[in-house]
């Protein structure tokens, strides 16, 4: 059975930061490309960030380049992302997603753990 669980997310003010992390299991973790995707209520699904398998290539949106760290650990199954100078704008449920290394993946997505940012 496939399943990627986030966890991470909270309540931050503008400029603070939150580590979110995804440990996954039934999936070829350490071959798969996974990224982080993320949706406002009514909106469409975003691409944040993605990394290879082996962390050697990593990708993120501009509007999060400089602020956001993707990362994974093979050995624990787990994707991380840091993320740093949050913006209001930043607020949405965050999934890590299997093959969502420059868009979203065609891979399966864990249930999402929400991040809201507010003043």
């Known amino acids: 059975e496939v399943q990627l669980v986030e966890s991470g997310g909270g309540l931050a003010q503008p400029g603070e930061s939150l580590n979110l992390s995804c440990v996954a299991s039934g999936i070829n973790f350490d071959a798969s490309a996974m990224g982080w995707v993320r949706q406002v209520p009514g909106k469409e699904l975003e691409w944040v960030a993605g990394?290879?398998?082996?962390?050697?290539?990593?990708y993120y949106r501009d509007s999060v380049k400089g602020r956001f760290i993707i990362s994974r650990d093979n050995a624990k199954n787990t994707l991380y992302l840091q993320l740093n100078d949050l913006k209001i704008e930043d607020t949405a449920i965050y999934y890590c997603?299997?093959?969502?290394?420059?868009?979203?993946?065609?891979?399966?997505r864990g249930q999402g753990t929400q991040v809201t940012v507010s003043s």
């Open positions: 990394i290879r398998y082996d962390s050697t290539k990593k």
């Open positions: 997603n299997k093959d969502a290394l420059v868009a979203v993946g065609r891979g399966p």
